[in-house]
């Protein structure tokens, strides 16, 4: 069975600094692993995916993640936040493939002046 | 495209009440499911089907009922609404790329059973 851990409900940032949420993962398997993004009133948006190619995975709009295998990690991370960023984030694993998705709770990002 | 749809986009429903929510898909995706999200739970797997004809249940499937007769559609029908069926419900299709899958979503239907 899989699971997914996003430490942090709430998140927020002033604008131009890091930006860093944290995924922790328990997967049975080798994972597949993702990050989606949600903006209000939406459907969710691939941020980037992990599928044992690349440790690190760049995404869109800035962002990257890095597979951590000794610590089933997977954070996201972006050097510099912009206000367009405020959004709800959520990490999921995924079996066959990616095709069973198991998803955190999510984390909501805000950005300050 | 206009990739994954949903309709309605709002339904308020009674206890006991039935309906349908609809999925479409012109992306010619082999893989469709249904998710649920609740404030603090994120999104969770209703049912899914990995091609015509083939479906099977997911995390929460109680309450909800699915067919897929077409590659495009895939309905999720609530058989006899109940308010803990108050929710946002998520479609999403997917394709394998570079042997993984990418889910697709359509903009949900937020669904009120009073």
């Known amino acids: 069975a899989q699971s997914v851990t996003q430490l942090g409900s709430h998140v927020s940032v002033s604008e131009g600094a890091l930006v860093l949420l944290r995924c922790n993962y328990s997967?049975?398997?080798?994972?597949?692993l993702f990050w989606y993004v949600q903006y209000p009133n939406q459907g969710l948006q691939l941020l980037l995916k992990y599928t044992s190619a690349a440790t690190l995975v760049k995404g869109i709009n800035g962002f990257e993640a890095e597979f951590k295998k000794s610590e089933t990690s997977f954070h996201l991370t972006k050097p510099s936040a912009h206000m367009s960023d405020a959004a709800e984030y959520f990490c999921?694993?995924?079996?066959?493939?990616?095709?069973?998705?198991?998803f955190g709770t999510g984390t909501q990002l805000k950005v300050e002046l | 495209n206009a990739g994954v749809t949903q309709t309605p986009k709002f339904q308020v429903l009674k206890t006991g009440q039935s309906m349908t929510l609809q999925c479409a898909q012109d992306?010619?995706?082999?893989?469709m499911s249904w998710y649920r999200q609740d404030p603090g739970m994120g999104l969770r797997l209703i049912h899914y089907?990995?091609?015509?004809?083939?479906?099977d249940q997911g995390e929460v499937p109680n309450g909800y009922n699915v067919s897929r007769s077409t590659t495009e559609d895939f309905p999720l029908r609530l058989l006899s609404a109940a308010p803990s069926q108050t929710s946002v419900y998520f479609c999403?299709?997917?394709?394998?790329?570079?042997?993984?899958?990418?889910?697709?979503f359509g903009p949900g239907t937020r669904l009120t059973v009073t």
């Open positions: 997967s049975s398997v080798p994972p597949y």
């Open positions: 999403a299709s997917s394709y394998s790329f570079g042997g993984s899958y990418e889910q697709y």
């Open positions: 999921a694993v995924g079996t066959g493939g990616g095709n069973k998705l198991t």
């Open positions: 992306m010619n995706h082999e893989y």
């Open positions: 089907s990995v091609g015509a004809g083939i479906t």
